[in-house]
């Protein structure tokens, strides 16, 4: 549910807006009359006032009528005169509110076809809607200015059908793009385009590319999240409708303890391996067949950067890194006669090689002479 | 076949019938098309970098200097690996309007020597290689489906809602690279960079080419087409003006001006019905993204470039809140309205001081670095803006919103955006004096030589290139090999 604050009008108000800047400066009458004396020399009956009375939020664009005014003897009289003028109220003072209305809205129209425009706005207006404003101000005073709170519903944004990545470890950036961000994806069903994507209550740049939306950890706040372990909520926030959609945690796990190499040195990017696999096969015959038929190994650690690959022997891997294992690929034809050689990890940024373990290729059973003669 | 050539420089043909030098879209399309559309001829691709991101050494020839208020990010957007640019392409895509391609009195140098009728049937083609299910772009069969986002302008004299259609995105290395491999009178070498021209008379002769790791070679061609991206075109062009024969389109002296680029500005905010999404959104022939813009007629009457306005919801605080909309009595027409912040993509005019040069510097394959001179001046944006506060009239007339112009000094004071797309400088035009290629992008004065890039547009809408960048390279496959469209295959 939306929330409104008000700001009750008075002299605070008539600091808002730059109508209210030309009333501090000194109209004639500020100080001197009261706005009752100010509508009683008025022409225009209480139909008319009514209507101008429930226009709203008019006030800031008041001021480049009145500043129009300066030097003008009696401006709420010279605006009247000018509004009973455009609108045809001359035998007409008493007109009713809602016909009032029409006039005005007929009046304001003509205006921007003629190109009669309200001179010193920023704002495109026109004339007559700048004067009404205006003379609203003169008449009635300030309005109570409507200001939206921080205050955010919980609700309903749109469907949320799968995001990733859900969790990383400390320091260790991930889906790495290529300004350096980390990248976060959600796929979901419904979402606005103006929706953005909010972690641990910073909103950061959204992307919307139909359903999916690209969004991520970027600067500052990625360091700041990266290097803090905790669960930091994610949540899509329409800022327009004031509601915000909690969807999840990401999860900033603790920093792994680094391998301490024989030397006693310690590694910075890489942890102990945890188990791997498989360190041996049949000549041509892949211990762990992928649907390609390639054979593929995997490598349990508790990190490695993004920046790894695997290599077996001299022959770089086509390598996945995630959070707790590593995962590489090597064609069958690699493996097609026996041999031995060295699985690393070598990491392209800093340099550093884990030797994960040596994989062996045996010859298979020789083939039976009739096969083989075939 | 693809081969890389510095691991195999034996494989450097001695001749061909057509050398394209890069392998980006124009340069991938133009020779798979030449191939298809012409059997008995034998093509071949240069791309100088391989098929995967290049370690960074290998961009050492795009390291250049730019100059001007707001230096030009010259490393942005270009990338030397099969593909090209495609391989971070976001897929936006969009015909240039039947209006900029002029004529224009009101903008200089704003004039193509070919109208969009004649692009038309290169437009349908090019939308096959870019993977775009549909060519319906019209504003009358798009808008009523999306009626509930849109800005309801069908009584506007000045507005119109127009369209963006998506690649998905194609990139065309991956994409084509089992067409590059399989076309049997077609080669693609890897890693060669075209270096030089060698002329004989008034024709090129040859292309000489080297490997960053030192390989080298000279490829003798009976036609060579230049499809290095929009800043390299120029730069090889500029390398070998200096050896072309006299008067002709390397001699112009348009070659190097009028470097242009969509450049982006926030000049304005408006009070407009609320939801209006014009971001991407589905419809059922495809995803779209709906864009306001000037209709012609309005161009024309307010003498502006061509541009589009984005609008962006304010969920801020501003000097006219939303519930100014709900008096009927000012002309609203009832409902709940947002402010949105309005965003220009604008069309940049053809300035010849903003220009490429080159340096005395070489970079590490000998060829000399350039200069761009750039920059967007406030007279590049003024007619648009200005424009801004007719259609904030308009808007008030139809009861549809309020619009509001910010100071100037607030909206430039910092560089604009840029749209990284690299047009104009090695334009197309009547005559050697007006640019540097005639209308079928044949370098003018030299027979056997030919762009296929953004370098040649000598206007630019406000629509992303790469499609009409397509469209212009099939069209030049047709004409170089003189099959027409309906005899060419379909891509694959």
């Known amino acids: 549910m939306r929330r409104r604050g008000f700001l009750i009008g008075g002299a605070s108000a008539l600091l808002l807006g730059s109508g209210a800047v030309w009333l501090q400066r000194g109209a004639p009458w500020r100080g001197a009359e009261t706005a009752s004396a100010v509508r009683a020399r008025l022409r225009l009956g209480d139909g008319a006032y009514a209507a101008i009375r429930a226009l709203q939020g008019t006030d800031p664009i008041a001021g480049a009528a009145m500043a129009a005014m300066q030097g003008v003897a009696d401006p709420a009289i010279a605006i009247e005169n000018s509004l009973i003028e455009r609108l045809g109220l001359a035998r007409e003072l008493d007109i009713a509110a809602p016909a009032f209305d029409r006039r005005l809205a007929a009046a304001i129209g003509e205006d921007f076809r003629q190109a009669r425009l309200c001179a010193g706005s920023d704002w495109v207006l026109s004339q007559t809607e700048c004067e009404v404003a205006a003379l609203r101000l003169m008449v009635f005073g ?87 372990p905790g669960a930091y909520e994610v949540a899509l926030v329409d800022e327009m409708a004031r509601i915000r959609q909690p969807f999840g945690v990401f999860t900033v796990r603790p920093r792994a303890a680094r391998l301490v190499r024989a030397d006693g040195s310690v590694s910075k990017v890489f942890c102990p391996v945890q188990g791997w696999g498989p360190s041996a096969a049949v000549a041509g015959q892949p211990a762990n067949p992928q649907p390609n038929g390639n054979e593929a190994f995997w490598i349990q650690t508790a990190c490695a950067p993004p920046s790894v690959r695997a290599f077996l022997g001299e022959t770089e891997l086509r390598t996945t890194v995630s959070l707790d294992l590593v995962t590489a690929s090597v064609p069958r034809s690699r ?25 062996a290729v045996v010859a298979g059973p020789a083939a039976p002479v009739a096969e083989a003669a075939h | 076949m693809i081969v890389d050539f510095t691991r195999n420089p034996q494989a450097l043909p001695g001749a061909c019938d057509v050398c394209v030098i890069g392998g980006g879209p124009a340069g991938i399309v133009t020779a798979l098309e030449l191939a298809r559309r012409r059997p008995d001829w034998h093509i071949v691709l240069l791309e100088g970098g391989g098929t995967t991101m290049p370690p ?41 309007d039947v209006e900029d391609f002029g004529p224009r009195p009101w903008l200089a140098r704003s004039e193509w020597p ?26 009358d069969s798009l808008s009523p489906e999306l009626a509930d986002g849109i800005l309801a302008v069908a009584d506007s004299a000045l507005l119109c809602n127009k ?52 390989a080298a070679g000279r490829l003798k061609a009976g036609r060579v087409v230049v499809a290095l991206g929009g800043i390299e075109t120029t730069r090889f062009l500029l390398v070998n003006a200096r050896q072309a024969p006299p008067g002709s389109g390397l001699g112009s002296a348009m070659l190097g001006r009028c470097f242009a680029d969509h450049f982006g500005l926030t000049p304005a905010e408006a009070l407009l019905p609320a939801q209006l999404q014009y971001a991407r959104v589905e419809h059922p022939t495809g995803t779209v993204m709906p864009v306001l813009a000037l209709r012609a007629d309005a161009q024309r009457a307010l003498a502006t470039p061509d541009f589009c306005i984005t609008l962006v919801p304010q969920p801020e605080a501003g000097s006219l809140e939303p519930a100014y909309a709900s008096n009927a009595a000012l002309g609203f027409r009832g409902g709940q309205h947002w402010r949105y912040r309005m965003q220009l993509i604008c069309e940049p005019p053809a300035n010849p001081d903003n220009r490429i040069t080159l340096l005395d510097e070489v970079d590490r394959l000998g060829v000399p670095r350039l200069r761009l001179d750039w920059h967007v001046a406030p007279d590049d944006f003024r007619a648009s803006v200005a424009s801004l506060r007719e259609v904030g009239a308009e808007l008030g007339a139809l009861g549809l919103g309020r619009l509001r112009t910010f100071d100037e000094a607030e909206f430039a004071q910092g560089a604009p955006s840029v749209g990284f797309h690299h047009l104009g400088s090695a334009r197309m035009a009547d005559n050697a004096e007006g640019g540097v290629v005639d209308a079928r992008c044949r370098v003018h004065g030299i027979e056997n030589l030919h762009v296929a890039s953004s370098a040649t547009f000598p206007a630019c809408g406000f629509s992303n290139p790469t499609l009409t960048i397509v469209a212009l390279a099939v069209r030049l496959a047709a004409h170089l090999t003189g099959v027409s469209g309906s005899q060419a295959e379909e891509p694959s």
């Open chain 2, 163 to 214: 369209y963006f259609r998506f690649s998905p995105p194609t990139r065309f290395g991956r994409r084509y690279q089992e067409a590059l491999e399989q076309t049997p009178n077609l080669k693609v070498l890897l890693r060669a960079n075209a270096v030089g021209l060698d002329w004989l008379g008034e024709r090129v002769d040859a292309v000489r080419i080297a490997s960053t790791q030192g």
């Open chain 1, 335 to 359: 493996i097609a006669r026996p041999g031995e050689w060295m699985l690393e990890l070598r990491d392209r940024e800093s340099g550093e090689v884990l030797q994960v373990g040596r994989y």
């Open chain 2, 114 to 139: 070919l109208e969009r009728a004649d692009l038309e049937p290169w437009y349908a083609k090019a939308a096959k290689w870019c993977e775009i299910g549909s060519t319906d772009y019209a504003e």
């Open chain 1, 142 to 228: 300030a309005q109570p200015s409507v200001t939206n709170e921080e205050g955010y519903a919980q609700g309903q944004i749109a469907e949320i059908i799968d995001w990733g990545q859900r969790e990383t470890q400390q320091d260790t950036p991930f889906n790495v793009q290529g300004d350096g961000h980390s990248g976060i994806w959600i796929k979901t069903r419904g979402a606005p385009p103006w929706v953005r994507f909010e972690i641990g209550g910073e909103r950061v740049g959204t992307v919307h590319t139909g359903d999916l939306i690209t969004t991520g950890l970027y600067g500052d706040l990625q360091g700041r999240i990266l290097s803090t």
């Open chain 2, 56 to 96: 960074p050494a290998e961009l050492d020839p795009y390291v250049g200097t730019s100059a001007g208020k707001a230096p030009y990010p010259l490393s942005g957007s270009r990338l030397r690996f099969l593909g090209g640019t495609s391989n971070h392409w976001g897929g936006w895509c969009r015909p240039f």
